[in-house]
């Protein structure tokens, strides 16, 4: 089934924004970039008039893991977090509200990031199953998608991929079958784990 997408990029990754365009059709990228800071203090006033007004159609967003897309990018000159409209649109995705149901998440590692995010793999000792080593952190990303992406510990005290509402994929993966990581990212939405997540809690420099 193909599912609406909603991209939320830095300009200085607009390239990669348009390849993905290209990829999977204009009618399959829909809304548009947050470009206003919405003035009230009422967040689900805020959520359901980003949902309305700027991702109306979409169920899974599409958040590009750039240079310049963590939670470590400081202030501007009037004291506002750099990354305020890319964290409104990530909570947004999350938020799950009247006739706003939440969407699903994907992160896509672009390539000049991927070595400061993936650093292997091994074999759990006692359940045989494969870890990922990644640093989801500040450093790499917003606390949107961190915080979402390591939810809930399994047995062997690690995070097996049902106790992550989150996706991460590698952008050259992503582009060799899109279709399956954004099905994937939607299909954590009838999963327990997303009964797990939250937002409104994760405080921003600034924000």
């Known amino acids: ?58 169920s899974v967003t ?13 202030l501007d000159h009037n004291g506002r977090n750099h990354q305020s409209f890319m964290i409104r649109e990530l909570q947004a995705t999350l938020y799950d509200g009247k006739n706003n149901r939440r969407s699903g998440l994907l992160g896509i590692v672009l390539p ?3 070595s400061k995010i993936y650093s292997g793999t091994s074999r759990c000792p006692r359940c045989g199953g494969s870890i990922s080593y990644v640093n989801v952190s500040d450093s790499t990303v917003l606390r949107e998608f961190s915080e979402n992406y390591w939810l809930v ?14 996706v991460l994929v590698r952008y050259s993966q992503f582009m060799q079958d899109p279709d399956r990581y954004i099905e994937q990212a939607y299909e954590k939405l009838s999963e327990p784990v997303c009964k797990q997540v939250h ?3 994760i405080e921003h420099e600034g924000f």
């Not at 047995?155 to 106790?163: A, I, L, N, R």
Request: a negative charge; glycine letters at 8%; aromatic letters at 12%.
């Open 62 to 74: 599409l958040y590009l893991i750039g240079e310049h897309s963590s939670e470590i990018e400081g």
């Open 1 to 58: 089934m193909s599912h609406g997408c909603f991209i939320s990029f830095k300009k200085e990754d607009a390239h990669f924004r348009d390849k993905i365009v290209e990829k999977l059709g204009d009618e399959r990228i829909l809304g548009k970039s947050l470009n206003e800071w919405i003035p009230s203090d009422d967040i689900d006033y805020v959520m359901q008039y980003i949902r309305e007004h700027y991702m109306v159609g979409t």
């Open 112 to 114: 000049s990031m991927e």
């Open 199 to 201: 937002y409104r809690d």
């Open 153 to 166: 510990r399994g047995e062997c005290d690690h995070y097996p991929e049902e106790g992550r509402f989150c």
